[in-house]
């Protein structure tokens, strides 16, 4: 009876959790180019049942652990905006942008320049070029993003934003403000990305399916509770006919 409450409980954890990935999914529906991830999980195989008193080394016993989180690479839809600072990527690429806590990576192409004349991201971190942060002079006006990223002004070209990329891009991690820390060194994305200027990359989050989904494990989850419910009441109910038993 135990062993299936501890089963119970390892789904209602893996659930648990597939819930937060969701919600958070749900939440950034909007938020502009948002990449959705989704939970994995991976049985994990008791070797004997270990809650009972005479042991069966051929019974295994089958929880469910959290496997980590897959990001979903998948193209985002590109909405035309008609400002000459948004940019949206197309491929598998991330701006590279400058923040306290280092180096970290976006596919918010929301760009603006601040007070200071940098090209900065919505959040106000600065973009960085292939010599670092884009800086524009105070005097030059029109400034542009080209499809190869290079930043324009009337005065001539100043530098080129900085598309990376990576051999691995599931062992990026979320490192709030839609951006992603990396653990791996980042490579030039080269000709497998491109910037479509005057235009932004849209979240990949499916609303619909997202919210069926949010649904469906909310509904198994309060399944499962109900069962570890009944039981943890039977096996009360149990004990306690034992305590009688032994008291007559």
Do not use: C, W
């Not at 990949?204 to 570890?228: C, D, F, H, K, Q």
Request: no cysteine; net charge neutral.
């Amino acid at each position: 009876m135990q062993n299936a409450q501890l089963i119970g409980l390892s789904a209602q954890v893996a659930l648990g959790r597939e819930l937060e990935v969701i919600a958070n999914n749900v939440a950034n529906a909007s938020t502009t180019g948002f990449k959705a991830r989704s939970t994995r999980f991976q049985e994990y195989l008791m070797p004997k049942a270990s809650a009972e008193t005479f042991q069966r080394p051929d019974r295994r016993l089958s929880y469910v652990i959290d496997a980590g989180t897959a990001l979903d690479m998948s193209q985002g839809a590109i909405e035309s905006t008609g400002n000459p600072l948004n940019v949206a990527i197309r491929g598998d690429a991330f701006f590279a942008v400058q923040t306290p806590q280092g180096e970290r990576y976006t596919r918010n192409g929301a760009f603006e320049l601040d007070a200071e004349g940098r090209l900065v991201t919505s959040d106000g971190y600065p973009v960085l070029g292939q010599g670092g942060p884009i800086q524009i002079n105070s005097r030059e006006t029109g400034t542009t993003i080209g499809t190869d990223g290079t930043v324009s002004t009337n005065l001539g070209n100043r530098d080129k934003v900085r598309l990376v990329t990576f051999a691995d891009p599931q062992g990026l991690t979320h490192a709030g403000a839609n951006l992603y820390a990396a653990t791996t060194p980042a490579v030039p994305a080269g000709a497998q990305a491109r910037i479509e200027p005057g235009a932004l990359e849209r979240s990949n989050v499916r609303p619909v399916l997202a919210m069926s989904r949010l649904i469906e494990v909310n509904r198994t989850y309060a399944m499962i509770a109900e069962a570890v419910s009944r039981l943890d009441t039977l096996h009360g109910t149990a004990l306690q006919r034992l305590a009688d038993v032994g008291t007559a």
